[in-house]
């Protein structure tokens, strides 16, 4: 099992920036690619981001490439998502996972974290 435990989340106004982290710690070694996900009110839950952990491949959601960047470090078990010019309708909970295989699929992603909020204001 992978703990998850996310970071970084907040108000800020539109065209702002922040920073999430992640930091996993357990069997870590178990897991083979980590995704962002987030929740809005009312709304399913979406893929982001992900990262594969062995090439640093990385894979984006539409409404968010360009704008995020999904990074990593192995030796410190730790992934981050880096969100520029951000926009009201990426106002929701932001939820770090961990999947042993590649997938935009929620169902796959077998750890979570407990989420951070993220509120973008006009």
């Known amino acids: 099992q992978v703990q998850l435990d996310e970071s970084g989340g907040g108000l800020v106004q539109a065209g702002g920036s922040l920073k999430l982290s992640c930091a996993a710690s357990g069997r870590t070694f178990r897991y083979y690619f980590m995704g962002w996900f987030r929740q809005a009110p009312g709304k399913e839950r979406e893929f982001v981001a992900g990262i594969r952990r062995s090439s640093g491949d990385t894979y984006y959601a539409n409404s968010v490439e360009g704008r995020f960047t999904i990074s990593k470090d192995n030796d410190k078990n730790t992934v981050w998502l880096q969100m520029n010019s951000l926009k009201p309708e990426d106002t929701a909970v932001y939820y770090c996972?961990?999947?042993?295989?590649?997938?935009?699929?929620?169902?796959?992603?077998?750890?979570w974290g407990q989420g951070t909020q993220v509120t973008v204001s006009s």
């Open positions: 996972a961990a999947s042993s295989v590649l997938t935009r699929d929620s169902q796959w992603f077998k750890s």
